[in-house]
């Protein structure tokens, strides 16, 4: 079983910066957080990953607290292509085996 | 393009077939994954393989197997098919290192499977 909590749906107006909250409270320490999104019926994507530090790239920003208990997915000026499911999922690190549990996720909805 | 194949796109068939969905991976990548969708429904996890072998298992019906060929590519097969198990299924392949995979999955645009 999934072993993130993320809220069902959120919504965010176009422009403005979408934060997609997850809880991992039971998170191990070799285990990374992982982000994808699923626009409507394609192939998940691959967002972003992260151990302790803060993580950037060209497509979000991820914080995880110090705790490692939780952490933020940010899409900084979100459009409308951005309406999608976003999940959470944590997972060791350099794994040759892996049951990769994806939840239920959250709905993002972008507002024009 | 994710780089990850899948063959067919779609497929429709009728209760009590067998089909086999087939999955080429990303150049290098040693891990696949394939998971199954149904409508409005979360991604569940089936089997992972692993440079041929199998290496995690999840909720895969007995009716359903798979495999890694020696050059890489995976195929599904499902047989006794029943209406519930029409739904979308995906392969995904992963990052290979010398100890594992980087758990950056790549996912193929996916299999519809309908059965009538």
């Given at each position: 079983?999934a072993k993130?909590t ?14 997609l ?5 039971t ?17 998940p994507?691959?967002?972003i ?27 900084p000026?979100?459009t409308l ?5 976003y999940?959470c ?21 972008i507002?024009? | 393009d994710s780089g990850?194949t899948q063959?067919?796109?779609?497929l ?9 969905l087939r ?11 394939w ?14 393989y692993?440079?041929g072998?199998e ?16 050059d890489?590519?995976?195929?599904l ?5 029943e ?6 299924y995906?392969c995904?392949?992963s990052v290979a ?6 758990g950056e999955l790549?996912?193929g ?8």
């Open positions: 079983d993130t993320q809220p069902p749906s959120m919504d965010c107006a176009e422009g403005r910066a979408a934060n909250p997850c809880n991992h409270s998170i191990s320490g070799n285990e990374y957080v992982y982000w994808y999104r699923q626009i409507h019926s394609q192939g994507q691959y967002i990953h992260g151990l302790k530090n803060n993580e950037t790239n060209e497509m979000a920003s991820l914080i995880i607290t110090e705790d490692r208990k939780s952490s933020t997915l940010i899409l000026h979100a292509r951005d309406t999608a499911v999940y999922i944590v997972r060791n690190y350099y794994s040759s085996a892996s049951k990769i549990i994806f939840g239920s996720g959250t709905r993002l909805s507002r024009p | 990850v063959t067919p796109k779609h429709i068939t009728a209760t009590g077939q067998r089909v086999t999955c080429s991976p990303r150049s290098g990548d040693l891990s696949v994954y998971y199954q969708q149904s409508l409005d429904q979360g991604l569940q996890f089936l089997i992972q692993y440079n072998e290496r995690a298992k999840g909720n895969i019906l007995e009716r359903f197997s798979a495999q890694q060929f020696p890489l590519h995976s195929e097969n499902l047989s006794s098919l209406l519930g198990d029409s739904a979308l995906f995904a392949s290192t010398g100890t594992g995979d980087t790549f996912f645009e996916g299999s519809r499977l309908t059965v009538l």
